[in-house]
């Protein structure tokens, strides 16, 4: 059985603004990524690693060329078919956007809403994932009462916690120091690899960069050879 790629990508350009201020972000980017894999992309502020990542989420439609999530086309996609596919991704992202009013337990149950499961079992199932990210003492906590590094844990668990088959994540260590930012991306590497899940993940990081199974660079728009300096040494 030859094995599909989760996310495929062909040709793809992508273009801001309109008239005389149009400007081309994204040129001919080509990438396929297989189930489990874990990529990271990288390069320079302002080259286009989270527009690419938010066309890939269905945060906003792709304008030309071909971008399939889990085989179905979604450049050029209506708005109901976006909200479908972002129903199977799960996401991470730097200020890890946890919801203030609600405790830990409660923000990572926001991740089942739309499984329609009992009320018990979503908190069970809450519950068991805080756990395995080292939180089992703070589900009741608030997220003003978390550190740094433990917010981010909450907000892996909430991504986690519905076993999406992808998983997008933007600079999930930028606000973390290096010892939290190494205990985030290893609990995200052990649960994506116990899930089978694909993890897309775009950092300035150079430390983490060890945990990907593959690193992609992206230079003005698009995707270029990696520089020898961040390539994994053998
Ligand atoms: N909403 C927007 N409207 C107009 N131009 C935009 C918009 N979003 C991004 N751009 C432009 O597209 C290009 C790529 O930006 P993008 O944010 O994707 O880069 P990046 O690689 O993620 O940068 P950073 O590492 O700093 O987050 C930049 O030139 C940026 O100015």
Same mark, same amino acid.
């Given at each position: ?5 989760? *996310? @495929? ?23 396929? +990524? ?5 990529? +990271?992309? /990288? ?6 690693? /989270?527009?690419?990542? /938010?066309?890939? &989420? ?17 450049? &050029? ?14 996401? *991470?992202?730097?200020?890890? !956007? ?17 499984? &329609? ?37 909450? @907000? *892996? ?15 999930? /260590? ?12 290893? +609990? ?17 990081? !150079? ?7 593959? *690193? ?19």
């Amino acid at each position: 059985m030859t094995m599909q790629p989760v *996310i @495929a990508i062909q040709h793809l350009n992508h273009y801001f603004g309109v008239g005389k201020l149009r400007k081309q972000a994204l040129f001919d980017i080509n990438l396929a +990524i297989m189930p489990g894999e874990i990529v +990271i992309m /990288t390069g320079p502020s302002g080259s286009g690693k /989270t527009t690419l990542l /938010t066309l890939l &989420g269905g945060l906003r439609s792709g304008q030309a060329g071909s971008l399939k999530i889990l085989g179905r086309e979604i450049c &050029g996609a209506r708005q109901h078919d976006l909200v479908q596919a972002r129903r199977n991704n799960g996401y *991470i992202f730097q200020a890890h !956007n946890l919801h203030g009013s609600l405790t830990a337990l409660q923000n990572v149950q926001m991740g089942l809403e739309v499984h &329609g499961m009992s009320k018990a079992k979503r908190h069970l199932i809450a519950a068991e994932m805080l756990e395995q990210v080292g939180l089992a003492d703070r589900i009741n906590y608030y997220p003003a009462d978390l550190s740094g590094g433990q917010k981010q844990r909450v @907000a *892996i668990a909430r991504a986690l916690v519905s076993r999406p088959k992808i998983v997008l994540a933007d600079e999930p /260590t930028a606000a973390l120091d290096k010892k939290s930012g190494r205990d985030v991306v290893n +609990i995200m590497h052990d649960l994506a690899k116990q899930q089978g899940c694909t993890i897309l993940l775009v950092t300035h990081d !150079n430390r983490i960069l060890d945990i990907a199974d593959r *690193i992609v660079y992206m230079e003005d728009g698009r995707l270029a050879q990696l520089p020898e300096a961040l390539a994994p040494s053998s």
